[in-house]
C-alpha cells in the first residue's frame, strides 16, 4: 500500500509538471499572439530562463550538428599585412604640385577571405590597441587614402548614437551666400600663397565657396575674426603637421583678419626657431602675433609627426633616423606654450618621401628590424598612437591645452594619380551628396588612437570627402599643363570649414 501510494504521489507529481510545462506553452503561444497581454506577463527573457529549468541541457561539447547545432568556432586572431609599397618619384617642384602623395595599392599575400575579414572587423578593435613599445596598432586596410577608400564607414560596424548628441562630423552641407566665404581669395595675400588662392587663376566657377557646414544636432555659431581673437586673448593656437596643416594654417590667418592686410601683426618666428635656413625654401613654419589680443597663431612643419634626427651629424648628406615612437623635437620643446594645438599626418607615408627626405625608420633608439612595423602604413598608424599616448601623458601637466588631432584629408584623383594622369574636374558642387550620416570616423585609425585620451579628434574625412570640386585641380597660376593637384584645397574653401570647427569646439 505505501508503494502504491508512492508511486500514485510521484505520478501525480509528474502529470503536474506536465500540466504546468503545458500551460506554460500555451501561455507563451497566447502571448505571442496577442501583443495585448505583454504588460501582463513576464518577459520572455523570463520565460526561456524558467523553461530551461524544466528542460534537459545539452553539453556544448556533445551537441550534434544534424540536430541544429553547431559548435562555436574560435575567433579568428588579426592577420598581420604582408602588403609592400611602391616607391614613387618625388614631384619636381614642391610649389607647383601637389606635395604629399598616397601609397599605392598592391596585392597582399593573404587569401581573399582574409581581407575581407580584415576589413570588416569592428572598430573598437583598432580602437582598443594598446601601443607598447613593441605592439603595433592592428592594420586597417581602409586607411589607403584613395577617394574609394576613404567612404569605410558603410563597412565599419556602427556604433549607435544618441538621437540628441552633438557630432560635429555628422551633418549636411547648405548653401550659405550670406556669410560664406569668410574672406576674399583676391585680398588675402598676406597670409594665402598664390598657388592656393584659385581666384587668382583662370578657374570659371567658384560656387563652391558659398556652402557652410551644419552639423547635426550641434550649436556652430558663425565664425567672426574679432570676436574669435578676443576669445583667444593672451592664448596661443598651433597647427603641427603637413602642408595640409599649411593650408589650416593659412586659412586661420585669412580668417581672422578678414582676408584685409594687417600691418600691426608681429612676426615671432625666431621665438620658436622659426628662421629661414641659408639656402632653404622656406623656413620650417610662421609664428605670428596680434598685438591687439596678445594672440598667438604659428604652423610648424612636421609631415611624420616623429622626431628626426641626423644619423652622423659631422656629415652633411647624412640620413636621418626618424624615430616612429618619438614625437617631434617642437612638440616637447614648446608643448607649454600652446594653448590651442591641432596636429594632422597621412599623405607623406609613402617609400618616395623617405627616400627623397633621407629618413630611416627607428623604434626604441635603433633601427627599426620589426617587419611589420616597416610597411608603411603600419608605421604611420604605429606613429599616430605613439604621437597620441605621448600627448595624453602630457596634457596633465597643460591644463589649459585643448589638443586635437585632425582626422585624414581625402584625396579626389580619378584614371590615374598625380603622376599618371590623375585629374579631379568635377565642378558640381555636391554632386556626390551633401549629408554625412554614419556615427564613425572614416579615419579609424586615427579615431581608435584618441578614443580614452584627452585629445579631442577633428573629425574632416567625411565631410570633406562629398566635396570634390573643392580642389585646386588643373588650375594654377603658372597654368603647369596636365597637372591636376587633387589633394590640395582652393582657398577660400574646406580648411576653413575645419577651423570653423576647432573654434566651435574651443
Same mark, same amino acid.
Not at 609627426?305 to 612638440?331: G, K, Q, V
Not at 620643446?333 to 596636429?343: A, E, M, N, R, T
Given at each position: 500500500?505505501?508503494?502504491?501510494?508512492?508511486?500514485?504521489?510521484?505520478?501525480?507529481?509528474?502529470?503536474?509538471?506536465?500540466?504546468?510545462?503545458?500551460?506554460? #506553452?500555451?501561455?507563451?503561444?497566447?502571448?505571442?499572439?496577442?501583443?495585448?497581454?505583454?504588460?501582463?506577463?513576464?518577459?520572455?527573457?523570463?520565460?526561456?530562463?524558467?523553461?530551461?529549468?524544466?528542460?534537459?541541457?545539452?553539453?556544448?561539447?556533445?551537441?550534434?550538428?544534424?540536430?541544429?547545432?553547431?559548435?562555436?568556432?574560435?575567433?579568428?586572431?588579426?592577420?598581420?599585412?604582408?602588403?609592400?609599397?611602391?616607391?614613387?618619384?618625388?614631384?619636381?617642384?614642391?610649389?607647383?604640385?601637389?606635395?604629399?602623395?598616397?601609397?599605392?595599392?598592391? =596585392? @597582399?599575400?593573404?587569401?581573399?577571405?582574409?581581407?575581407?575579414?580584415?576589413?570588416?572587423?569592428? /572598430?573598437?578593435?583598432?580602437?582598443?590597441?594598446?601601443?607598447?613599445?613593441?605592439?603595433? =596598432? %592592428?592594420?586597417?586596410?581602409?586607411?589607403?587614402?584613395?577617394? *574609394?577608400?576613404?567612404?569605410? $564607414?558603410?563597412?565599419?560596424?556602427? #556604433?549607435?548614437?544618441?538621437?540628441?548628441?552633438?557630432?560635429?562630423?555628422?551633418?549636411?552641407? /547648405?548653401?550659405?551666400?550670406?556669410?560664406? =566665404?569668410?574672406?576674399?581669395?583676391?585680398?588675402?595675400?598676406?597670409?594665402?600663397?598664390?598657388?592656393?588662392? !584659385?581666384?587668382?587663376?583662370?578657374?570659371?566657377?567658384?560656387?563652391?565657396?558659398?556652402?557652410?557646414?551644419?552639423?547635426?544636432?550641434?550649436?556652430?555659431?558663425?565664425?567672426?575674426?574679432?570676436?574669435?581673437?578676443?576669445?583667444?586673448?593672451?592664448? #596661443?593656437?598651433?597647427?603641427?603637421?603637413?602642408?595640409?596643416?599649411?593650408?589650416?594654417?593659412?586659412?586661420?590667418?585669412?580668417?581672422?583678419?578678414?582676408?584685409?592686410?594687417? =600691418?600691426?601683426?608681429?612676426?615671432?618666428?625666431?621665438?620658436? $626657431?622659426?628662421?629661414?635656413?641659408? $639656402?632653404?625654401?622656406?623656413?620650417?613654419?610662421?609664428?605670428?602675433?596680434?598685438?591687439?589680443?596678445?594672440?598667438?597663431?604659428?604652423?610648424?612643419?612636421?609631415?611624420?609627426?616623429?622626431?628626426?634626427?641626423?644619423?652622423?651629424?659631422?656629415?652633411?648628406?647624412?640620413?636621418?633616423?626618424?624615430?616612429?615612437?618619438?614625437?617631434?623635437?617642437?612638440?616637447?620643446?614648446?608643448?607649454?606654450?600652446?594653448?590651442?594645438?591641432?596636429?594632422? #599626418?597621412?599623405?607623406?607615408?609613402?617609400?618616395?618621401?623617405?627616400?627623397?627626405?633621407?629618413?630611416?625608420?627607428?623604434?626604441?633608439?635603433?633601427?627599426?628590424?620589426?617587419?611589420?612595423?616597416?610597411?608603411?602604413?603600419?608605421?604611420?598608424?604605429?606613429?599616430?598612437?605613439?604621437?597620441? *599616448?605621448? @600627448?595624453?601623458?602630457?596634457?596633465?601637466?597643460? %591644463?589649459?591645452?585643448?589638443?586635437?588631432?585632425?582626422?585624414?584629408?581625402?584625396?579626389?584623383?580619378?584614371?590615374?594619380?598625380?603622376?599618371?594622369?590623375?585629374? !579631379?574636374?568635377?565642378?558640381?558642387?555636391?554632386?556626390?551628396?551633401?549629408?554625412?550620416?554614419?556615427?564613425?570616423?572614416?579615419?579609424?585609425?586615427?579615431?581608435?588612437?584618441?578614443?580614452?585620451?584627452?585629445?579631442?579628434?577633428?573629425?574632416?574625412?567625411?565631410?570633406?570627402?562629398?566635396?570634390?570640386? !573643392?580642389?585646386?585641380? *588643373?588650375?594654377?597660376?603658372? $597654368?603647369?599643363?596636365? /597637372?591636376?593637384?587633387? @589633394?590640395?584645397?582652393?582657398?577660400?574653401?574646406?580648411?576653413?570649414?575645419?577651423?570653423?570647427?576647432?573654434?566651435?569646439?574651443?
Amino acid at each position: 500500500m505505501k508503494g502504491g501510494s508512492s508511486f500514485k504521489l510521484r505520478g501525480n507529481k509528474l502529470s503536474l509538471s506536465l500540466i504546468a510545462l503545458i500551460c506554460i #506553452t500555451l501561455v507563451i503561444w497566447a502571448w505571442e499572439k496577442t501583443p495585448l497581454l505583454g504588460p501582463f506577463l513576464p518577459s520572455s527573457d523570463q520565460f526561456d530562463m524558467r523553461l530551461s529549468m524544466l528542460s534537459p541541457v545539452i553539453p556544448a561539447e556533445t551537441r550534434d550538428t544534424s540536430s541544429g547545432y553547431t559548435q562555436q568556432q574560435p575567433s579568428s586572431e588579426e592577420i598581420p599585412s604582408k602588403s609592400s609599397t611602391k616607391e614613387v618619384p618625388l614631384e619636381t617642384s614642391t610649389e607647383e604640385v601637389p606635395l604629399e602623395t598616397s601609397t599605392e595599392e598592391v =596585392p @597582399l599575400e593573404t587569401s581573399t577571405e582574409e581581407v575581407v575579414s580584415e576589413v570588416n572587423k569592428p /572598430v573598437d578593435l583598432v580602437s582598443e590597441a594598446k601601443v607598447q613599445e613593441h605592439d603595433i =596598432p %592592428p592594420l586597417d586596410l581602409s586607411e589607403r587614402s584613395s577617394s *574609394k577608400d576613404l567612404n569605410v $564607414g558603410k563597412i565599419l560596424q556602427k #556604433t549607435p548614437s544618441h538621437r540628441n548628441e552633438c557630432n560635429y562630423a555628422k551633418g549636411k552641407w /547648405v548653401a550659405d551666400n550670406d556669410r560664406h =566665404p569668410l574672406y576674399s581669395g583676391f585680398g588675402c595675400k598676406q597670409w594665402l600663397s598664390e598657388m592656393w588662392a !584659385c581666384r587668382l587663376t583662370d578657374r570659371p566657377d567658384f560656387t563652391f565657396e558659398n556652402y557652410r557646414w551644419q552639423p547635426e544636432n550641434c550649436e556652430m555659431p558663425e565664425f567672426e575674426g574679432s570676436e574669435f581673437l578676443r576669445r583667444m586673448q593672451h592664448k #596661443t593656437i598651433a597647427f603641427v603637421g603637413d602642408s595640409l596643416g599649411r593650408q589650416q594654417f593659412q586659412s586661420m590667418m585669412c580668417m581672422v583678419t578678414g582676408g584685409k592686410y594687417s =600691418p600691426d601683426v608681429e612676426d615671432i618666428g625666431r621665438h620658436y $626657431g622659426l628662421v629661414k635656413p641659408r $639656402g632653404a625654401v622656406r623656413p620650417d613654419g610662421w609664428a605670428y602675433r596680434f598685438p591687439s589680443t596678445n594672440t598667438t597663431i604659428l604652423y610648424y612643419w612636421s609631415a611624420s609627426l616623429c622626431e628626426l634626427e641626423p644619423i652622423n651629424r659631422s656629415d652633411p648628406s647624412t640620413n636621418f633616423a626618424m624615430h616612429l615612437d618619438r614625437p617631434a623635437t617642437f612638440l616637447k620643446q614648446y608643448l607649454h606654450k600652446f594653448d590651442v594645438l591641432i596636429l594632422n #599626418t597621412g599623405h607623406h607615408w609613402n617609400r618616395g618621401k623617405l627616400k627623397a627626405n633621407r629618413w630611416e625608420m627607428y623604434v626604441n633608439g635603433a633601427p627599426n628590424t620589426n617587419r611589420k612595423i616597416a610597411e608603411i602604413w603600419n608605421a604611420r598608424n604605429f606613429t599616430v598612437y605613439s604621437v597620441s *599616448k605621448w @600627448l595624453d601623458s602630457q596634457l596633465p601637466q597643460h %591644463p589649459r591645452l585643448k589638443a586635437f588631432f585632425r582626422t585624414l584629408s581625402p584625396r579626389h584623383f580619378v584614371n590615374g594619380d598625380w603622376n599618371t594622369g590623375g585629374s !579631379c574636374d568635377n565642378s558640381n558642387p555636391l554632386a556626390g551628396g551633401s549629408e554625412v550620416t554614419q556615427d564613425n570616423s572614416s579615419d579609424p585609425v586615427t579615431e581608435g588612437a584618441v578614443k580614452g585620451t584627452r585629445i579631442k579628434l577633428l573629425d574632416i574625412t567625411a565631410l570633406s570627402q562629398l566635396r570634390d570640386e !573643392c580642389h585646386i585641380s *588643373k588650375y594654377s597660376i603658372k $597654368g603647369t599643363q596636365g /597637372v591636376h593637384d587633387c @589633394l590640395h584645397w582652393c582657398l577660400p574653401g574646406i580648411p576653413d570649414t575645419w577651423n570653423e570647427l576647432v573654434a566651435a569646439q574651443v
